[in-house]
């Protein structure tokens, strides 16, 4: 049973430069939630997809955007990037569908480093 | 104030110890509790969910007091592999997002 993967594992841009990041969850889920982690602080919420669409956002920038296709996959955008822009970009798996447990399992991570 | 706040740390303790970590929340309508552990430089994995009645597995044993909006982790006899960031974790009202502490770094140390 394959895990939450990521991709690519580590990325260098430039200020201005636009990236994405992708994902794909664990067999089963539905739902996709995207966080940013900054070296030394707890992950901050950045979106969350489930049946294509963005359920909930947190306090992030319209430069953030994503998507979520029909396979559950999902990818985050980010434009005109930032120094400050620089972290570990983690994607979580979920199954709205199943009330009985909002458990998130998260992927390993893409490291953005912005020069 | 920040949604989710725990124990600035670090904490280097000796093998064998026990030992606790708090955790606080602000938002009364929290629904579900999570304690992550997170190894440097990896993702955060889920350690155990924390429910009202309390639960336990193994060494580890959480709790979660609503009135108070208190969580805690408390390890006992650690081990060197118990080293790790622990994150205190709260969902939203709908369950919908998770709100993470900043983290508490333990050190086990022979």
């Known amino acids: 049973d394959a895990g939450v993967t990521q991709s690519p594992t580590h990325l260098i841009k430039t200020r201005g430069q636009q990236v994405t990041l992708r994902c794909s969850p664990k067999?089963?889920?539905?739902?996709v939630s995207w966080y940013q982690q900054a070296l030394g602080q707890g992950p901050q919420f950045i979106f969350q997809?489930?049946?294509?669409?963005?359920?909930q956002r947190g306090n992030f920038p319209d430069r953030f955007s994503g998507h979520q296709f029909p396979n559950y996959s999902s990818e985050l955008n980010v434009n005109a990037l930032l120094l400050g822009d620089s972290a570990l970009y983690l994607c979580a798996s979920s199954m709205l569908t199943d009330p009985s447990t909002d458990t998130q399992y998260f992927g390993p991570g893409t490291r953005l480093t912005v020069l | 104030r920040k949604e989710v706040e725990q124990d600035p740390g670090p904490f280097n303790v000796p093998e064998g110890a026990t030992v606790a970590f708090n955790c606080t929340y602000s938002?009364?309508?929290?629904?579900?509790f999570f304690w992550y552990r997170q190894d440097c430089r990896k993702e955060p994995k889920l350690l155990m969910s924390v429910y009202s009645s309390g639960n336990e597995d193994g060494r580890f044993t959480a709790q979660l007091n609503r009135a108070s909006q208190y969580i805690s982790l408390l390890i006992r006899d650690s081990k060197l592999s118990d080293s790790a960031t622990y994150l205190c974790?709260?969902?939203?009202?709908?369950?919908?997002?998770?709100?993470f502490g900043p983290g508490t770094r333990l050190s086990v140390l022979p």
């Open positions: 067999s089963g889920h539905d739902t």
């Open positions: 974790v709260v969902t939203g009202p709908y369950g919908q997002n998770f709100v």
């Open positions: 938002n009364s309508a929290s629904q579900s």
């Open positions: 997809y489930y049946e294509e669409e963005e359920r």
